[in-house]
């Protein structure tokens, strides 16, 4: 038998999508108020999905206060309060979409989560849009 337990996080962070080998005018186009110079931010919540066994000796799929540590360690503590397109080495090569910063989750948590978990991750980038990612092994 499996189950899914959910450990919901926030984090705040500004960035700016655009591509490098486009015009400005461009990346207006195709990024709208998100391609500006300046940079925007978003108030993220993050959702952190495991499936798995129950184990017969705890009961749990995993120690909930050790899900909270990773999530704080490896993830607020780096996206917090930054830049994700400077401050966040993954980011300043590749575009922090959503799309993108859920990967990116989900690979560093995949690297410290027993790997007989799956992970989903679900990132609200507004109440209205957000991206699940549940990875590839």
Known sequence: M????????????????????????????????????????HNYELIVGLTGAIHPETGFVMDMKVLKQVIEDEIEAKFDHKNLNIEVEAFKTLNPTAENIAVIIWQILRAKIDNQLEIEVTLYETPRNFVTYKGTL
């Not at 962070?13 to 500006?36: I, M, P, S």
């Open 2 to 41: 499996k189950v899914t337990v959910h450990r919901i996080a926030h984090f705040n962070a500004a960035h700016r999508l655009y591509n490098a080998e486009w015009t400005d005018a461009r990346n207006a186009q195709v990024f709208g108020k998100c391609a500006n110079p300046n940079f925007h931010g």
